[in-house]
């Protein structure tokens, strides 16, 4: 079925960010999975032409659009590059939110232009090595203290966590007040007692920094917290919830078309028993199938898109897209190493490498189980 997501603007810009990435980072990511980092110069070459502040007002140096179908095309590109080192997807799809609707104007002035323009690296800091999809578990605490708050505690398996400027932590600033004793403050590169940990050592997406961060009584201004008041941080997160999901299911099915892509075509050429894979019934099953699911998934994602633009996109709606795209993901990459046979376990062909680069898509943004858990609530049990 045709595809009719995007219009000649969406195509257009997706020509430009095709273009700069086969010149500005597919000759490089190997080499960045080796360093275990992307180095900050591409960030601002990708600031220079655009890919970062669709939201961001005309202002404050953004596009000021508010059309998720550009974050779709980033995403979808990055993928098709196998470029699973690039941090853009947190930095436009789950930070700007908080960055462009949270913030008052002297925070405007003082964050947006460097987000835009690449120059300001954004984090987010949720999980602990103690709380993960329980946000209401988190320890790191902010005491206030005149016009400061005293931030104390541990982040673990933070997203741009090496490169970040700019990180919005979670942190607890009334113990005792369940979900509306948590407040979202930013702090910034160079605060004292604010330590970046070391990169962690993950199983795939190796270019990706990822580290744990430390807190010891960071002072960190009133003027750097995110709303109006205190104890807001929970209902502000689940605000932004749905939009980080989606970015998820967008590269899933992104993902699982890239490699199904892949495997047809090596399926055309790969002999076996002296005629190709492809013309084994059982190899034309499994493509069948894979095909058949991935466009359903795929159509269902546009619609959420479609439903995000129109700030109808539920909790629920984008708990159903996260987790049925990212279990498919998972299916179909894997299918295809099989049908890959032993070239599929070595990572010279693609396959191999988005097949590690994958496991991860079911478990952060919220779990598969944490996905049914709010799809379940919903029917009033």
């Known amino acids: 079925m045709r595809r009719d997501l995007f219009d000649e603007e969406h195509l257009l810009f997706q020509e430009t960010v095709r273009e700069f990435m086969a010149r500005e980072v597919t000759p490089h990511h190997g080499q960045w999975e080796k360093d275990g980092i992307v180095p900050r110069e591409v960030w601002k070459k990708a600031g220079e032409i655009g890919m970062f502040g669709f939201s961001v007002p005309e202002e404050y140096g953004g596009a000021g659009v508010t059309d998720f179908r550009f974050n779709a095309v980033i995403v979808e590109e990055i993928i098709r590059h196998g470029a699973s080192g690039l941090g853009f997807g947190l930095h436009n799809d789950i930070m700007a939110p908080y960055l462009v609707d949270l913030t008052d104007e002297e925070q405007k002035r003082r964050w947006l232009p460097g987000f835009a323009s690449g120059e300001l690296i954004t984090a987010i800091a949720m999980t602990e090595p103690g709380a993960g999809s329980d946000l209401q578990g988190i320890r790191t605490t902010a005491v206030r203290d005149g016009d400061h708050y005293l931030v104390n505690g541990q982040k673990t398996f933070i997203t741009n966590g090496i490169n970040a400027d700019l990180v919005v932590v979670v942190a607890k600033t009334d113990p005792v007040a369940g979900a509306r004793g948590t407040t979202l403050l930013v702090v910034e590169r160079g605060m004292e007692g604010f330590g970046h940990g070391r990169?962690?050592?993950?199983?795939?997406?190796?270019?990706?920094?990822?580290?744990?961060?430390?807190?010891?009584?960071?002072?960190?201004?009133?003027?750097?917290?995110?709303?109006?008041?205190?104890?807001?941080?929970?209902?502000?997160?689940?605000?932004?919830?749905?939009?980080?999901?989606?970015?998820?299911?967008?590269?899933?099915?992104?993902?699982?078309?890239?490699?199904?892509?892949?495997?047809?075509?090596?399926?055309k050429s790969r002999q076996a028993f002296g005629r190709t894979i492809g013309s084994f019934q059982n190899t034309r099953f499994v493509l069948a199938e894979l095909a058949t699911e991935t466009e359903i998934a795929r159509h269902y994602v546009d619609k959420c898109i479609m439903a995000l633009n129109a700030k109808e996109l539920t909790v629920v709606d984008a708990a159903k897209a996260k987790w049925w795209t990212t279990e498919l993901q998972n299916k179909v990459i894997d299918r295809c190493l099989q049908l890959h046979g032993g070239y599929g376990y070595m990572m010279e062909y693609p396959v191999a490498k988005a097949w590690i680069d994958s496991r991860v898509q079911t478990i952060y943004g919220g779990t598969t189980e944490i996905m049914k858990e709010i799809i379940g609530r919903s029917f009033g049990f």
Do not use: H
Not at 239 to 261: D, H, K, M, T
């Open 199 to 267: 990169n962690l050592d993950k199983i795939g997406m190796k270019a990706q920094d990822t580290a744990e961060l430390f807190f010891e009584n960071v002072r960190v201004p009133v003027a750097n917290r995110l709303g109006a008041e205190e104890g807001q941080g929970f209902f502000q997160l689940m605000n932004n919830l749905p939009q980080e999901r989606l970015s998820i299911a967008v590269a899933a099915v992104a993902a699982a078309e890239v490699v199904l892509e892949q495997t047809i075509e090596y399926c």
